[in-house]
């Protein structure tokens, strides 16, 4: 009778609180204000497996201009994405430069300076939390 009754309690919970929507990443989430769309601010923008190949081709396109890059939660200062890849595969076998010089490397986030019409537009087409 006692296993019934923690299984009903544990299934109210689970249905109250729908635990398997829970979103590790909410602290990372970008806020900005639609009402002053063209101020610029300093954002920490985080990605969700964004290629460093793709990502050259959105700063280049849009011309965006960034600070740093985060690669594997590490935080790198590069001029351009090539500069990027030397770093970040400074320390890569052979075959893993081979690799990644050919599909890219995932790129967690960059910090930049944005106004929040060119944020609305970059989540159209990448996506951004």
């Known amino acids: 009778m006692i296993v019934i009754k923690k299984i009903l309690i544990f299934l109210c919970f689970f249905l109250l609180f729908n635990t398997l929507e829970v979103d590790s990443n909410s602290d990372k989430y970008i806020n900005y204000y639609n009402k002053e769309l063209y101020e610029e601010g300093f954002y920490t923008l985080y990605f969700d497996n964004l290629t460093s190949i793709k990502l050259d081709e959105i700063i280049k396109k849009y011309n965006i201009n960034v600070f740093s890059y985060i690669v594997d939660g590490k935080k790198y200062y590069a001029r351009s994405i090539d500069e990027l890849s030397n770093i970040v595969l ?40």
Do not use: A
Not at 96 to 119: A, P, R, V
């Open 90 to 129: 400074s320390n890569k076998s052979i075959g893993e430069k081979i690799f990644y010089e050919q599909y890219g490397f995932i790129i967690d986030g960059i910090n930049t300076t944005l106004n929040s019409n060119e944020i609305n537009n970059l989540k159209k087409i990448v996506h951004i939390y």
